[in-house]
Nanobody
Framework: QVQLVESGGGLVQAGGSLRLSCVAS????????MGWFRQAPGKEREFVAAVTRTGGNTFYEDVVKGRFTISRDNAKNAAYLQMDDLKPDETAVYYC????????????????WGQGTQVTVSS
């Protein structure tokens, strides 16, 4: 079992920035690829970004490229999502995900999930 705890959400104005954190426990963190998803009210959960176990490769959903940055610190058992130039339609609950396979993280299938952190972007 892997336990994931997200933090860093909040209320921000459009164009602002937030940094989300996800701290993992229960297994060797460096064995897991990590990712971020989001779910807006009335919509399905969608992929945002992912990072491989070593941090050497990252993947992004097209609309966040150039504005969001995913990273990880294996010494701290943590993954991060730096979000810049946020837009009102990015208001959602943001979830951290983990799996040994990067493909599973990108697809969001069979992964461990955190409880989510609310991000609200005001116009």
């Amino acid at each position: 079992q892997v336990q994931l705890v997200e933090s860093g959400g909040g209320l921000v104005q459009a164009g602002g920035s937030l940094r989300l954190s996800c701290v993992a426990s229960g297994r060797t963190f460096s064995e897991y690829a990590m990712g971020w998803f989001r779910q807006a009210p009335g919509k399905e959960r969608e992929f945002v970004a992912a990072v491989t176990r070593t941090g050497g490769n990252t993947f992004y959903e097209d609309v966040v490229k150039g504005r969001f940055t995913i990273s990880r610190d294996n010494a701290k058992n943590a993954a991060y999502l730096q979000m810049d130039d946020l837009k009102p339609d990015e208001t959602a609950v943001y979830y951290c995900a983990a799996d040994r396979a990067i493909r599973s993280v990108v697809l969001g299938t069979g992964v461990y999930w955190g409880q989510g952190t609310q991000v609200t972007v005001s116009s």
